[in-house]
């Protein structure tokens, strides 16, 4: 058994059934602290659950928190107070996300990751093998990189993995 304490609890409980049948597990809201949820069930699930159940209480959809149940995906979470001294944070959350949202959704197209901020924490799933790429982009443009220095980064990465499809229009902001 593990108990988790969560900041949105009603969440998770709002997937139950679905969350106990893929996972195999049995979740509980706890009757002294309304913010702990126990899962119970085998260690090996119970340690996919814990995953799953702390990327949908940061905020994930259920579709994109169940990737975590696969060992091939990983759940982390960086806190931009950890990579940057500025007092203004809220100009460095809007580095992340960029004009209409154009660079987190290119971070999420070079990395093949699900984004999320949250306050001063981005929420990050990605493959394993993925993740510290992932993470390093993030924190070059949390700590002031120019953003087409990040994608250049991300691209070179990609470029021995595979190539990245592209759809007509797709505009990554790069120069041309």
Do not use: W
């Not at 809201?29 to 119970?40: F, G, P, V």
């Not at 994930?60 to 806190?79: G, H, I, R």
């Amino acid at each position: 058994m593990k108990i988790l304490c969560l900041e949105n609890p009603k969440k998770v409980l709002k997937h139950k059934k679905v969350l106990e049948n893929k996972l195999s597990v049995k979740l509980e809201l706890d009757k002294t602290n309304k913010e702990n949820i126990k899962i119970i069930g085998d260690e090996v699930n119970i340690y996919d659950a814990e995953g799953v159940v702390q990327a949908l209480d940061f905020g994930f959809s259920l579709d994109v928190a169940l990737f975590l149940k696969s060992e091939d995906f990983m759940f982390e979470v960086l806190d931009l107070k950890d990579y940057t001294r500025r007092k203004n944070l809220e100009e460095v959350r809007s580095r992340v996300i960029g004009k209409k949202g154009k660079a987190i959704n290119t971070l999420m197209k070079l990395t093949g990751a699900e984004l999320m901020l949250k306050g001063n924490n981005i929420g990050v799933i990605a493959r394993v093998e993925d993740m510290e790429k992932t993470t390093t982009a993030i924190c070059n443009l949390i700590k002031g990189s120019k953003h087409s220095n990040v994608y250049s980064f991300l691209e070179r990465g990609n470029r021995n993995k595979k190539k990245i499809v592209l759809k007509e229009g797709d505009d990554l902001g790069l120069r041309k």
